[in-house]
Nanobody, 117 residues
Framework: QVQLVESGGGLVQPGGSLRLSCKVS????????MGWYRQAPGKERELVAT???????VVFDSVKDRFTISRDDAESTVHLQMNSLKPEDTAVYYC???????????WGQGTQVTVSS
């Protein structure tokens, strides 16, 4: 069974930084494109960034130039480095694993990020 466990959320002041991590177990990490979604109160869940096996990344316009996604295949972990955080970045952040060879996707439990002074 594929399991995703996130860590690194919390409260940070505007302009600060946080690093989210998501460790995958129960399957071969290289068989997944990894990503991060977020969902703010009252809003739809939105895709923030993805990273493919081999390291090709896509970071969406809403956080471009501030967020960086990376993966550590040896540790079966994906990271989201978030810099210059804004109050509008406040959301629950979810790690997701997209299976390369099927339509399966697996979700983490979510981690709260709050940007406030």
């Amino acid at each position: 069974q594929v399991q995703l466990v996130e860590s690194g959320g919390g409260l940070v002041q505007p302009g600060g930084s946080l690093r989210l991590s998501c460790k995958v177990s129960g399957s071969t990490f290289s068989q997944y494109t990894m990503g991060w979604y977020r969902q703010a109160p009252g809003k739809e869940r939105e895709l923030v960034a993805t990273v493919r096996n081999g390291g090709i990344t896509v970071v969406f316009d809403s956080v471009k130039d501030r967020f960086t996604i990376s993966r550590d295949d040896a540790e079966s972990t994906v990271h989201l480095q978030m810099n210059s955080l804004k109050p509008e970045d406040t959301a629950v952040y979810y790690c997701v694993a997209f299976a390369v060879f099927s339509r399966d996707r697996y979700w983490g439990q979510g981690t709260q990020v709050t940007v406030s002074s």
